[in-house]
Every structure is written in C-alpha cells, then in structure tokens.
Antibody, heavy 116, light 110 residues
Framework: QVQLVESGGTVVQPGGSLRLSCAAS????????MHWVRQAPGKGLEWVSF????????FYADSVKGRFTISRDNSKNTLSLQMNSLRLEDMGVYYC?????????WGQGTMVTVSS | QPGLTQPPSVSKGLRQTATLTCTGN????????AAWLQQHQGHPPKLLSD???NRPSGISERLSASRSGSTASLTITGLQPEDEADYYC???????????FGGGTKLTVL
C-alpha cells in the first residue's frame, strides 16, 4: 500500500543540524512532488518546503529559508530535509506528504526536539 | 507568513450539520481553491477534499467542500462522534510562492 515513513528526528541543541528522511513505497515516487510539513507541540500545521517530482523546483517557508534544504533521490524513493542552524521554534513533529492535487498521503511523522 | 483564517472552534450536536469556513484572498483560496484535512489527536492529518473539492476514495459522502470567492467551506452532515477532530484548510499562495494553512478548527460533537 502507499506508505511514507519518516526518520531522523532526535534531540538537538540550538544551532545544531539534523537531516530527516522520508522513505516512500507503494507508488511511483518519481512521478510526484513532495512536501515537508511540521507541527509544533499543541499547535497547528505549518508548511515547510516543497520539491517538484524531478527535484528541479523547490520552495520554502520564510521561517526556514536559508537554513533548510529539501532534496530527493528518485532512485532510492527517498525524500530528505537538511536542517541547519536549528532554533527552539523549529521543534515539532515533521511530516512528509505526497502532493497529489493536495497533501493526499502523509507519513506518521518524526519528532524533532530542540533543547539545550 | 500570513495564513488562512479559520474559526478556532465549532460545536454541534450529534446528527446535526456543521459548516467549517476558511477565508483567504484572491492570491490563494480565491483562485487556487483549498484542500481540507482532518487530524485526530495523536495521528497524522488525513486529506478529506482536494483543491477541486473532490473527496478521495474512502472519504464519507457526509462531507462536502465548496468555495465562494475567497472563502472555502467544508460541510459535514449527520455528525458522528468520530467527526470530533481538528480540521485544517490549505491553499497554494501565488503571491508568496508558498503553501499556507489555516490555524485549524476544533470540531466538538456534543
């Protein structure tokens, strides 16, 4: 079945770096754009980044622009998010989502904790 | 970044009808439409309606989405206990070159 599985979330100090991954299965990964969306504890959803199906087009929320980098490896069906210069406000659950005319498939999320 | 506006909470009785709203502008909802997502506590979001107001396979016919100008609406008829959840709208914003979410509406079924 169609599945997205995130990994890489952990505890990191402010100013630190982290790389999240999202493994896709059950669909032709290279045909679809993908997103990262996050949710701070007890808060709503916040869109983070988008990458086109071929990786040529990328967009970022202003809050992460210049610090986060989205990428994908279509040969490995994997989406990644490199997060640098992490801040307290970056803490939350990070979801990857498939773009099929909307955020049609979501992973279970991976928790990023930013704490000294 | 500016987001979409949703009422923080809506309460309705069992078997009643709830209409949730999502207000944006001509750069997002007004010309791009809005998707609707449902999130139960402790679970990832689930798509209820795409930007063209189409329900994915498996989504109840009790749910319907529509748009009038820059306001999108999600109507849920015959409310059931399992409809109690947080509901989010989302749209692509052409002026921001970014996706935006509403703050979410917590639906309580009394």
């Amino acid at each position: 079945q169609v599945q997205l599985v995130e990994s890489g979330g952990t505890v990191v100090q402010p100013g630190g770096s982290l790389r999240l991954s999202c493994a896709a299965s059950g669909f032709t990964f290279s045909d679809y754009a993908m997103h990262w969306v996050r949710q701070a504890p007890g808060k709503g959803l916040e869109w983070v980044s988008f990458i086109s199906y071929d990786g040529r087009h990328k967009f970022y929320a202003d809050s992460v622009k210049g610090r986060f980098t989205i990428s994908r490896d279509n040969s490995k069906n994997t989406l990644s998010l490199q997060m640098n210069s992490l801040r307290l406000e970056d803490m939350g659950v990070y979801y990857c989502a498939k773009e099929g005319n909307a955020f049609d498939i979501w992973g279970q999320g991976t928790m990023v904790t930013v704490s000294s | 970044q500016p987001g979409l506006t949703q009422p923080p909470s809506v309460s309705k009785g069992l078997r009643q009808t709830a209409t949730l709203t999502c207000t944006g502008n001509s750069n997002n909802v007004g010309n791009q439409g809005a998707a609707w997502l449902q999130q139960h506590q402790g679970h990832p979001p689930k798509l209820l309606s795409d930007r063209n107001n189409n329900r994915p396979s498996g989504i109840s016919e009790r749910l319907s989405a529509s748009r009038s100008g820059s306001t999108a609406s999600l109507t849920i008829t015959g409310l059931q206990p399992e409809d109690e959840a947080d509901y989010y709208c989302s749209a692509w914003d052409t002026s921001l070159s970014a996706w935006v979410f509403g703050g979410g509406t917590k639906l309580t079924v009394l």
